[in-house]
């Protein structure tokens, strides 16, 4: 009788763990896309709440970028994407630390710039902070 209550309570908490780590990604995921929406719409407030003071955000080109650079970039469109498609995205919860890597297609509109086409891999660094997560890092690298 006891291995049978143990063993029930064992799977029980399995199972809150499981839905735990389910809410969690679903919860980065949806930071993922708020991020995104974010950035194509060049909403500062919105970029504001999604990234985290600590943010270090690295360009492909090598360019580093704090949350106040990235956010002036966005928002006087220094960088500007008017399309950004993700795709193979994973994501990876380490108690309040997600790793979220994805395929970026992107058309942007830089200011001074003509139209162009950028192919990305990614790799977002998020950290639940306050019960909201925050991404704090993110580099991107050039796809062939």
Do not use: C
């Not at 799977?11 to 919860?27: C, G, P, Y």
């Not at 108690?95 to 992107?106: C, F, M, Q, S």
């Amino acid at each position: 009788m006891k291995k049978t209550f143990l063993t029930i309570l064992f799977l029980a908490v399995i199972q809150l763990v499981s839905f735990a780590q389910s809410a969690d990604e679903k919860a980065v995921a949806a930071a993922v896309e708020k991020l995104k929406i974010a950035i194509v719409e060049a909403n500062e407030a919105e970029l504001n709440k999604i990234t985290s003071p600590k943010l270090t955000y690295g360009h492909s080109n090598g360019l580093l970028e704090d949350q106040k650079e990235f956010v002036r970039a966005i928002v006087s469109d220094e960088s500007n994407f008017t399309k950004i498609d993700l795709s193979e995205q994973t994501i990876t919860i380490s108690g309040d630390v997600a790793l979220v890597r994805h395929k970026l297609i992107g058309e942007t509109h830089n200011k001074g710039k003509e139209p162009g086409t950028v192919r990305l891999g990614v790799l977002l660094v998020f950290q639940k902070t306050k019960g909201s997560w925050l991404l704090v890092g993110r580099q991107a690298f050039k796809l062939p």
